[in-house]
């Protein structure tokens, strides 16, 4: 057993709000204190200390990490994004870190999980079933997934909130915005309102089941019949606004592809990318949430099993529309069309002074996509050459837009199936792709 699955243990989940307050508090007054040492000690020796190298330590991250998965809820659901959107800008050793938030959280005991299940079903549920196991086949920031096994024979999942996560919410989020703005990690003049208001707003909803539900079903209907996809089936009889139940299918996690033959891979990447430009031309609505977790592989069958729905929000027509006239324009190298399309999504401003070098960060983009062949997701020079013009923008005063909150959550589905792919190490004819959807 690895050291991160020993890390994983029945804790049980702080809920009431001035006991998950306490927590984060302290969490951030020993932080503090660790930079204040720190720093102190850089004045002793006569450095000026640097308030982000403090923040980023391994001690800091390890405490971080900790506690926010002791945690779980929004305060762990913000470390989780943090370290997946991360990149390729934490040194290795605190990437990961911060990948324990990935990874296993910690779960309920047997007697919290007995007090939410009676709580939801009534103090007789077990009568109806054979087999319930206790340990969770699955735990992540809002729920710990289970395997049983019904008397009428049914196999399934389910998927079992955290008590008082959902009233936590206001709380963790604001507190964890405090966190950040003390870290110092924030460009300045930067508006860090609107984006912790949307973090509150979509944490509410995934913590709404009979939302997520719905959206299951819905998804379900559309990928009927799809030989790549698989969507469990609801099962509303068994499940509420905290359960979640649908049919257990057995798969293994994404990344574990790796193992398959080159073709097989391209495959995997191929129908991930087509379902996330279907989700954005063809459907309307995107499940916005690209954690590797949300996928599992059938190595029997080779669909691609999709699990987490608590993320999915439907898109404006005229957001998917600029869309498609930024990309047509960006594959037939139009720069005039390419400019036209980014203002009207708020990527530049149309006259200001870091127009061009963002402009040019997108046309990379898409001549690395109009090349002959298929796009190499192994080969990292362009997310490096990305990465490189990012810091230099940021060190040159570049203050991000406040961009649509769609935009961002799509931007965030295209990095995470990126980062898949990348993972995958596939090659992808993206700009065959592209070309289907947008002409």
Known sequence: MNERAQTSRPLPVPSGRLNRFTRLGTMTAGIAG??????????????????????????????????LARMRGAAMKVGQLLS???????????????????DQAHFMPPRQLKQVLN??????????????????????SIGQVHRALLRD??????????????????????????????????????????YIEEARTQLHEETDYVRE????????????????????????????????????????????????????RNRIASVLIDLTLRELFEFGVTQSDPNFANYRYSPD????????????????????????????????????GLRTAAIRMQFIDGDGPFDARILAMIEAVFAALRSDGPFDFS????????????TALAQAGYVPPPLPMD??????????????????????????QLARFVG
């Open 301 to 336: 069958t080779g669909k691609i099993i999709l699990l987490d729905f608590g993320a999915t929000r439907y898109l404006d027509p005229a957001l998917t529309q600029t869309y498609r006239d930024l990309m047509r324009a960006g594959l037939a190298a139009d720069s005039a």
């Open 34 to 67: 660790n930079m204040a040492i720190q720093a102190l000690s850089e004045v002793g020796r006569g450095t000026r200390p640097d308030m982000r190298s403090l923040l980023m330590t391994p001690a800091n991250m390890r405490r971080m990490a900790d506690q």
């Open 153 to 194: 024979g049914r196999d399934v999942a389910i998927k079992v909130q955290y008590p008082g996560i959902a009233r936590s919410i206001d709380s963790d989020v604001a507190n964890v915005a405090g966190l950040i703005r003390m870290s110092g990690l924030l460009p300045k003049g930067f508006d860090f309102a609107p």
């Open 213 to 264: 539900g719905a959206h299951l079903t819905h998804f379900a209907r559309l990928l009927a019949g799809d030989d790549d996809f698989q969507v469990p089936t609801l099962q509303p009889d068994w499940s509420t606004g905290d359960i979640l139940t649908m049919p257990f299918v057995e798969g293994s996690p994404i990344e574990a592809a790796i193992q398959k033959p080159q073709v097989e």
């Open 407 to 432: 935009s961002l959550y799509l931007q965030r589905k295209f990095g995470g199936m990126f980062l898949l792919a990348d993972r995958l190490g596939a090659s992808v004819p993206v700009r065959d």
């Open 84 to 102: 997946m959107d991360a990149g390729d800008v934490l040194p290795p050793e605190l990437a990961d870190i911060m990948a324990r938030l990935r």
């Open 119 to 140: 709580k939801n079903w009534g103090g007789d549920w077990l009568r109806a079933f054979k087999r319930f196991d206790v340990h969770p086949i699955a735990a992540a």
């Open 379 to 390: 080969d990292r020079s362009l997310s490096k050459q990305l990465t490189r013009e990012g």
